[in-house]
T-cell receptor
Framework: GNSVTQMEGPVTLSEEAFLTINCTYT??????LFWYVQYPGEGLQLLLK?????DKGSNKGFEATYRKETTSFHLEKGSVQVSDSAVYFCALSLTNTGNQFYFGTGTSLTVIP | GAVVSQHPSRVICKSGTSVKIECRSL??????MFWYRQFPKQSLMLMAT?????????EQGVEKDKFLINHASLTLSTLTVTSAHPEDSSFYIC????????????FGDGTRLSIL
């Protein structure tokens, strides 16, 4: 089946620390991979995506590389800010399932000054 | 572009009442809309998929008579939680897609439903 596994949170970091949130996936086919961010009380916002192996998605200082050999799409940021505090969801979609999204359970990040 | 508006953002009501949530695509025509439910500290779970002008397709375990979905136009889908009970309290999020499966989904800001 199709599924996404994320590292469990919550994660608490000091400002300017390095962030890694692990994400691995299982998919029947060739998925597109996404990271979404959810700020408190809001819906999901697309943070970045990658549609094929070895692609790197990047946005707002966040990066993630589509690794087919390890079925991973880990999210990284070199220096986090307080404003990055949110819940981060890894997700995949497959065209053979009508682009239905499969989400991970989310990782809560709190950045303290 | 590609803005999805969800209304209301928060609703609190008594047990037994019905609640309607609207999902609108503001600047594109959404041929397909999706409704998700998110329990506290859990991920989003797809409830149903609706295509404009046809009946919604519900995921296994989701009661179609409990969660009524109407997608009457290319810019509006509604989710009605009928005879809501405290266990229906959750965060409901819609998403909309223009065109076929290769097109991206755009998410609304969600509706926090609290049933007393």
């Amino acid at each position: 089946g199709n599924s996404v596994t994320q590292m469990e949170g919550p994660v608490t970091l000091s400002e300017e620390a390095f962030l890694t949130i692990n994400c691995t996936y299982t998919a029947t086919g060739y998925p597109s991979l996404f990271w979404y961010v959810q700020y408190p009380g809001e819906g999901l916002q697309l943070l970045l995506k990658a549609t094929k192996a070895d692609d790197k998605g990047s946005n707002k200082g966040f990066e993630a590389t589509y690794r087919k050999e390890t079925t991973s799409f880990h999210l990284e940021k070199g220096s986090v800010q307080v404003s990055d505090s949110a819940v981060y969801f890894c997700a995949l979609s497959l065209t053979n399932t009508g682009n239905q999204f499969y989400f991970g359970t989310g990782t809560s990040l709190t950045v303290i000054p | 572009g590609a803005v999805v508006s969800q209304h209301p953002s928060r609703v609190i009501c008594k047990s037994g009442t019905s609640v309607k949530i609207e999902c609108r695509s503001l600047d594109f025509q959404a041929t397909t809309m999706f409704w998700y439910r998110q329990f506290p500290k859990q991920s989003l779970m797809l409830m149903a998929t609706s295509n404009e002008g046809s009946k919604a397709t519900y995921e296994q375990g989701v009661e179609k008579d409990k969660f009524l979905i109407n997608h009457a136009s290319l810019t509006l889908s509604t989710l009605t939680v009928t005879s809501a009970h405290p266990e229906d309290s959750s965060f409901y999020i819609c998403s909309a897609r223009a065109g076929g499966p290769n097109q991206p989904q755009h998410f609304g800001d969600g509706t926090r439903l609290s049933i007393l």
